[in-house]
Structure formats: C-alpha cells, structure tokens
C-alpha cells in the first residue's frame, strides 16, 4: 500500500524569505500524480500545485515550486517570497493512476509565516 | 466556473441527533468524494461516487453513516445518531474521471461539524 510521510509537523518563516516543505512516498507503481494542498484556517483545501510522475520536470506555480526526485521518492515544496498569506496547513498527497483515483495523504505541515 | 457547493457550513448538534450534508460539484465531475477531517488530522475518505455507483465506502461507518447520489450530480451525507467523536469538518470534493487535468480533485469549503 502507497505511503506519504511529512516529517516536519512545523515550519516557520520570516516574511519574504523561501522556505522549503517535505515530502517522501512509497509506491511500487509508475504511473502516478502527486499533489500540494494548502488548507487554511477556514479549511477549505486548496491546491497548489500537482506534478505528473512521468513528467521529469519540475512543476511551478508562480512562487511555487516542487523539486521532484522520483528515484528517491521524494516531492519537496519550495515557496519562494513567503507571504502571511501562506500561512496555513499545506498536505502532500498521492494518487494513484489505476481506476479508484483515491487520494493518500501526509499529515500536515503547519507553515507560520513571522512579520 | 464555479466551484464544489457545500451546505450548511456550521452546524451543532447534541449527541444521537442526526444531521445531514449536501454537496453540489462542479458540472461534469463525475466523481464525488466525502471526507471526514478531524481536527490536526489529514482527510479521511468516508465514500467515493462514480456518477451514482459507490466506488468505495469501505471507511464509512455504516450503523450510523449513510450518503447518497441518486441522480449522478449532488450528494448528501446523513449522521443518525450522532456521537461526540463525529465532531469534524466534512469535506466533499469531485473530479473528472480520466487523464489530464481530470486527476485533480476540487474540494468545497467543508461543513463544520460540532456534537455536544
């Protein structure tokens, strides 16, 4: 069964500096989708940004960006410029490319944005 | 285009009461999916939809848990009674069904859940 683990419970940043958020996942598969969520105080789920396991390129979004390593098994997210608007949850999750398309998800890392 | 519907948004009820959830997703999502996220915890799949057919449901507790898709659009989730230990936020969310951007799941706002 697909595993993902975010080993950091928080993280904190000062106002525009980067920070990066980690991730690791264990599959036997090949085919797959891996995903950052942001969930704010108001916890909606917001995504952020995904990345296509068969892509080898690294996904961005705006101040966004994901430094995928699928050898290691490993989908880091970095967010340059922070803003105190990041300031929320931010999940991790896998998806299977089979039938079922469930999502499997991390734990959370809480992200504290400091003035 | 606009987004997964949910309602209501808060709700608290006394425990053994019952309370229901409805959810809208976006036009054309076949696929609907209820969560349950306690809080500091991550989600936890309650049911999968594929149009009206149940995908999954194996994590739903069904002596006193039910959902719903009858036409294939909106869903509704019933908890009847109600424990103390239901008290979270239930997350709908639909995607697309196939390749592409259609393995991105949108989720609403959540429904707020307090059991007292």
């Known amino acids: 069964a697909q595993t993902v683990t975010q080993s950091q419970p928080e993280m904190s940043v000062q106002e525009a500096e980067t920070v990066t958020l980690s991730c690791t996942y264990d599959?036997?598969?090949?085919?797959?989708?891996l995903f950052w969520y942001k969930q704010p105080p108001s916890r909606q789920m917001i995504l952020v940004i995904r990345?296509?396991?068969?892509k080898q390129q690294n996904a961005t979004e705006n101040r966004f960006s994901v430094n995928f390593q699928k050898a290691a098994k490993s989908f880091s997210l970095k967010i340059s410029d922070s803003q105190l608007g990041d300031a929320a949850m931010y999940f991790c999750a896998y998806r299977s490319a089979d039938s079922n398309y469930q999502l499997i998800w991390g734990a959370g890392t809480k992200l504290i944005i400091k003035p | 285009e606009a987004g997964v519907a949910q309602s209501p948004r808060y709700k608290i009820i006394e425990k053994r009461q019952s309370v229901a959830f409805w959810c809208n997703p976006i036009?054309?999502?076949?696929?609907l999916y209820w969560y349950q996220q306690i809080l500091g915890q991550g989600p936890k799949l309650l049911i999968q939809f594929q149009n009206n057919g149940v995908v999954d449901d194996s994590q739903l507790p069904k002596d006193r848990f039910s959902a719903e898709r009858l036409k294939g659009v909106d869903s509704t989730l019933k908890i009847q009674p109600a424990k103390l230990e239901d008290s979270a936020v239930y997350l709908c969310?639909?995607?697309?069904?196939?390749?592409?951007?259609?393995?991105?799941?949108?989720f609403g706002e959540g429904s707020w859940l307090t059991v007292v």
């Open positions: 036009s054309g999502h076949a696929t």
């Open positions: 599959t036997s598969e090949s085919d797959y989708y």
């Open positions: 969310a639909s995607s697309l069904v196939g390749g592409g951007s259609g393995n991105t799941i949108y």
């Open positions: 990345q296509e396991a068969y």
